[in-house]
């Protein structure tokens, strides 16, 4: 676990620049170069007490323009920060300058070049700049070995790069995959997209600890430890010193190990994070692993990775030595990592749902490539949420091992239905975690494997672990990488419920549509179900309805009640969505029908199973790629469900409508719900400009050497009280900001115009601000010249006001958007301060309640999901099994 004096020191120094620098990737990025810049000093301390002379801030020569000069170094070194006479302004540019003339300094290792490239000072408020190289200097170079576990804590901060399929991998699951590859000192390791090291320490780290004499056999691993919080753990529970690797064996050992990242600043934060767990010369390079060919023949003995595996928009352009054609990322990579490995390599990777099940030509032809090459030894099935927040993608692992794997005609696989921690957006700690169990249920196979014994599954994993033959799954020439595919039965807790594929138990197609161009076949009284309409609900009424004719003359078909639709085709979020018929009904050629043919399976239940199926199914069709991003009646029939006895799935339903009807019921609290201010005719009306002044915001354009600036837009007026400042945007401005004048807390900004009418006269009212914060030409702020009046001001606005001025709008000729002059004579009702106070605090009472029921509908969503789960054998929702 973490040193808790250095996770505080970080803690404060992320508090003190968020208000001017947001975005946790930067808070990063200049804490990072603060820490290396303080340590080169705290080094050339170092190096002066031990009779030598400062090597980073020292003078140097350097050359400009093809001329040769000398440069002092000296005047930006540590102590120069903190003079007494140096005032706010001058510490900024002083500072400033620094970071930006590091990347030209003889004096610095290439490392520390390399890690100062393009580094800059983001804001200029001398107060953060002060308070936080306060902080920043209460680190030493002593602390750098803490500092390794604690910047890895720092890196879990950083969240999700989403736009390239970039997901923070958990560190538990670090440690899990690296302890069943087990890399040793003399091998080669590769991570071909590498983020921030956290692999590449991993092995490191596992290398370290057994080679130390004070490792034991039962020291706990980060996968193995319970009620820590998961950005708490380290991918090492203990310090190790290694002592029985020589030497020259480190420095073999740090040369072998390599990591490749396509992104300049996740370089700079390998780079960082290997220097700070004792890599003096860390051998990370920018490289794009699936365009470029220059690395292409390397080869290593271990391979560690969770590559980025969006594709995008058109695909991958390739370089031509891949063996398996294809535009996927996913595919790229993982053939990549199975055409790299030496003769005896292992790899372990995680991999999103589509290589395991896609039908496409190229997921074909590399599942074929891996079982029949035999480089795939095992895959392990992981919960559904291993990746929230940033992802609810389902994933698994890929277990390369090319020896084992000449040893044994059959691939292993295991299903991990917990790993410690909820499936939830916090991912909080819980008990349930099979990790360990699985771990060691791995190190059996392994270890029969190498002694060319039989291998069983251990008691209580029979129905979540099995090796198939490699022939079973190449019988149907698909070679679906499913566990669940090849075992029929899985342990529910209450006897063994078989697991089938949907098309066995029920009919599966699609709708039509009746030709627009004959009017006999529309109008009538058949209700006809477009995809729109198919929407979590029962369907008891349509849009538009079709006649006998028209029923006959198309390929639509008449569905009973009861009948699960569920929508193949859509853009947005309707794709994957299902609907129950309440109705007798036909549906058009974009809805899929799903009719139970059997009585051994009820529709409401089949009905509540592919609602948790929602996000799997998104995966299923995005997967696809290109035009065939939608689903289709046959990979429908494809999908795996549980069948257990009809009181089974009688009592689960029951209990997910009980949790509905609560859900329902806090959903129309939170729908309907809106401030009601009881007007007193005795209370005074006043124009709104005799208790307030107005401005509009001021148009800008955008430039990049402008000033970076937060500005409230439009689309900042989100359906609040208070304007959610946090999420505002930085932007450049062109306009010079003295023609601006920044909000104050307790100010309303209304919107003046948008192309949506319904937008204009929204209001929000803004809270403290930590920094300057101005507002667009599409908005009108206003000032009350009483700020205590302002939260009842803002609950007005929300209420009778509100609507008196929409009225006003929609009511006057050719007025379509809000004014000044609109504002001022707008009359605005005024009791005294304490009747305002009363109203606030009683309105304040009833937001608290709304809040309330949304936390209730959240947590009864969690206990659907939880009871779905169960259905599989799993402890929440978002794993929902292999498809």
């Known amino acids: 676990m973490l040193d808790s004096t ?20 930067s808070q990063i990025e200049q804490i990072t170069v603060a820490l290396i810049y303080k340590f080169m000093h705290d080094m050339d301390q170092q190096a002066v007490e031990l009779g030598g002379k400062p090597t980073f801030f020292a003078k ?17 070194a540590w102590p120069a920060l903190f003079e007494k006479d140096l005032s706010g302004e001058a510490r900024v540019k002083l500072y400033g300058d620094a970071l930006m003339s590091m990347e030209e300094n003889p004096g610095l290792p290439a490392l520390f070049r390399d890690i100062f490239k393009n580094a800059y000072l983001p804001y200029r408020d001398p107060a953060t700049l002060r308070e936080f190289l306060k902080r920043i200097a209460e680190f030493s170079y002593d602390h750098s070995e803490k500092l390794g576990d604690a910047f890895e804590y720092l890196l879990s901060i950083m969240g999700s790069q989403g736009d390239a399929g970039q997901f923070r991998t958990p560190r538990h699951l670090i440690d899990f995959m690296t302890a069943v590859i087990a890399p040793e000192k003399h091998e080669t390791i590769l991570d071909p997209a590498c983020g921030t090291a956290g692999f590449l320490i991993s092995a490191y780290k596992y290398i370290l600890k057994h080679n130390s004499s004070n490792h034991a056999a039962d020291d706990p ?22 002592d029985n690797i020589t030497p020259d064996q480190r420095k073999k050992l740090v040369k072998n190990i390599t990591g490749y ?8 934060l390998s780079l960082v994070n290997l220097y700070l767990h004792g890599f003096p010369e860390p051998h990370i390079y920018e490289y794009d692993t699936l365009t470029s060919d220059e690395r292409w023949e390397e080869r290593f003995d271990v391979i560690l990775a969770n590559p980025p595996f969006m594709s995008p928009k058109g695909g991958i352009n390739p370089h031509g030595k891949f ?14 990592m199975a055409e790299h490995l030496n003769a005896n390599g292992r790899a372990m990777i995680v991999v999103p749902e589509g290589i395991i099940f896609q039908s496409g030509k190229a997921y074909k032809a590399l599942r074929k490539k891996l079982v029949d090459e035999k480089y795939l030894v095992g895959v392990i099935s992981l919960p559904g949420g291993m990746f929230n927040p940033y992802s609810g993608v389902k994933t698994s692992l890929l277990w390369f091992d090319r020896s084992l794997a000449k040893k044994t005609d059959k691939i292993l696989f295991v299903k991990v239905e917990a790993d410690g921690f909820d499936l939830g957006a916090q991912r909080r700690p819980i008990a349930q975690n099979d990790l360990p169990d699985a771990y060691r249920l791995l190190l059996d196979y392994k270890a029969a494997l190498a002694e060319g014994s039989e291998w069983e599954a251990p008691k209580g994993w029979e129905v979540k672990a099995t090796a198939v033959e490699r022939k079973l799954i190449a019988k149907n020439g698909d070679y679906s990488l499913s566990g669940d595919r090849y075992s029929l039965a899985k342990s529910s807790g209450t006897g063994e419920w078989p697991i089938v594929e949907l098309g066995e138990v029920c009919d599966v197609s ?11 076949f529309w109008k009538g009284n058949i209700p006809w179900v477009k995809t729109g309409e198919v929407n979590y609900s029962t369907i008891t009424q349509t849009e538009e309805h079709i006649t006998n004719e028209g029923l006959e003359g198309s390929s639509a078909q008449l569905y009973p009640k009861g009948t699960v639709l569920m929508a193949m085709y859509g853009q947005g979020v309707t794709r994957g969505r299902v609907a129950v018929l309440g109705i007798e009904a036909t549906i058009n050629q974009a809805c899929a029908a799903i009719v139970p043919k059997t009585l051994t399976l009820r529709s409401d239940f089949l009905y509540v199973l592919l609602v948790a199926k929602y996000e799997e199914l998104r995966a299923m069709s995005e997967s696809r790629g290109g035009n065939q991003s939608n689903l289709s009646a046959q990979l429908i029939r494809t999908l795996r469900i549980p069948l257990p006895p009809l009181a089974e799935q009688e009592a689960i339903v029951a209990e997910v409508e009980g949790y509905q009807k609560v859900i329902d019921g806090a959903r129309q ?24 002044d107005f401005r509009n915001g001021l148009n800008f354009t955008r430039d990049e050497n402008g000033e970076k600036v937060k500005v409230l837009g439009v689309g900042d007026f989100q359906d609040l009280m208070h304007a959610p400042i946090d999420t505002v945007p930085y932007v450049e401005l062109s306009a010079r900001l003295s023609a601006l004048q920044a909000l104050q807390e307790g100010d309303l900004v209304f919107v003046r115009s948008n192309g949506n009418k319904e937008l204009v006269g929204r209001s929000v009212l803004i809270p403290k601000l930590k920094e300057p914060v101005y507002h667009s030409g599409f908005t009108i702020r ?18 009778e006001v509100h609507d008196r001025l929409k009225t006003k709008l929609r009511a006057g000729a050719n007025i379509s958007n809000l004014s000044q002059e609109i504002l001022d004579a707008l009359m605005i009702p005024l009791p005294p301060l304490p009747e305002q106070q009363r109203i606030v605090a009683e309105l304040e009472e009833e937001r608290a309640l709304v809040a309330a029921s949304k936390t209730l509908v959240e947590k009864m969503e969690a206990k659907v999901r939880e009871r779905v789960a169960r259905a599989w054998g799993v402890p929440s929702a978002t794993d929902m099994n292999d498809i």
């Open 261 to 268: 990242d396509i992104s300049p600043d996740m370089v700079r």
């Open 669 to 692: 609290v939170v729908a309907h719900y809106r401030p009601r201010i009881n007007i007193d005719p005795t209370w005074p009306m006043v124009p709104f400009s005799e208790i307030a």
């Open 60 to 76: 140097h020569t350097i050359t400009l323009n093809g001329k040769k000069e000398v440069k002092d170094y000296a005047q930006y």
């Open 323 to 336: 063996g398996i054609p294809s535009t996927r990322s996913e595919v790229l990579f993982v053939d990549y």
């Open 782 to 799: 206003a000032r009350l010249k009483d700020k205590r009046t302002a939260l009842f001001m803002a609950y007005l606005f929300k209420a």
């Open 221 to 242: 691993m980060a996968f193995e430890l319970h009620g820590v919080k998961q950005e708490d753990l380290t991918v090492s529970a203990k310090k190790y010193a290694g």
């Open 6 to 25: 250095t996770k505080r020191r970080i803690d404060d120094c992320r508090d003190i620049l968020v208000g001017k620098v947001p975005d946790p990737k």
């Open 510 to 520: 699609s709708g039509g549509t009746p030709s627009r161009a004959n009017d006999r």
